[in-house]
T-cell receptor, first 110, second 112 residues
Framework: QKEVEQNSGPLSVPEGAIASLNCTYS??????FFWYRQYSGKSPELIMS????GDKEDGRFTAQLNKASQYVSLLIRDSQPSDSATYLC??????????FGTGTRLQVFP | SQTIHQWPATLVQPVGSPLSLECTVEGTSNPNLYWYRQAAGRGLQLLFY??????ISSEVPQNLSASRPQDRQFILSSKKLLLSDSGFYLC???????????FGSGTQLSVL
């Protein structure tokens, strides 16, 4: 079982819709969770971090964490073509390093 | 504010040649430093991390090595490159171990 799993996609949504990206993790002791956005050929950029159960909102982005079910999700409201990228989920499984998922490719079409 | 510099942006090297990639961080002291590799269409693989000068932890046995000669400088090296060393190399820093990472702009390495 992979430690951090994401659907590779592509996830295609129309402009203005809500994009929902999901991530599951294997270690119940995980404490910290992060979402990164990576444009093709570029380095990952941190967009959200979440540490406790529930929702955390930042502009058009909402991160949702459910430790009991071991998943973390990212919602992007009012999706724009500029949101088209690969989204990486990263989890600190109570160790000294982050474990990354392989990413979900999001395509927002006009 | 903190910034991280990584160079070169692209590199084409023949098999068997040496490698040296450099990364420096500005605006913070005693950062944790990391080298990741991302192969085409694959996830991020942690290669090395360092919590201080001269302290290197290796995650994957291979023909690469890392060094940290100064507090904010991290170097990735190889004596002889293999075809399988091709990939996108990313340097990153964090305040605490296992905490959020901030990445440099990356080096696209092609070994031919």
């Amino acid at each position: 079982q992979k430690e951090v799993e994401q659907n590779s996609g592509p996830l295609s949504v129309p402009e203005g819709a809500i994009a929902s990206l999901n991530c599951t993790y294997s270690d119940r002791g995980s404490q910290s969770f992060f979402w990164y956005r990576q444009y093709s050929g570029k380095s990952p950029e941190l967009i959200m971090s979440i540490y406790s159960n529930g929702d955390k909102e930042d502009g058009r982005f909402t991160a949702q964490l459910n430790k009991a079910s071991q998943y973390v999700s990212l919602l992007i409201r009012d999706s724009q073509p500029s949101d088209s990228a690969t989204y990486l989920c990263a989890v600190n499984q109570n160790t000294d390093k982050l474990i990354f998922g392989t990413g979900t490719r999001l395509q927002v079409f006009p | 504010s903190q910034t991280i510099h990584q160079w070169p942006a692209t590199l084409v090297q023949p098999v068997g040649s040496p490698l040296s990639l450099e990364c420096t961080v500005e605006g913070t002291s005693n950062p944790n430093l990391y080298w990741y590799r991302q192969a085409a269409g694959r996830g991020l693989q942690l290669l090395f991390y360092s919590v201080g000068i001269g302290q290197i932890s290796s995650e994957v046995p291979q023909n690469l090595s890392a060094s940290r000669p100064q507090d904010r400088q991290f170097i990735l090296s190889s004596k002889k490159l293999l075809l399988s060393d091709s990939g996108f190399y990313l340097c990153a820093w964090s305040v605490g171990l296992g905490e959020k990472l901030f990445f440099g702009s990356g080096t696209q390495l092609s070994v031919l």
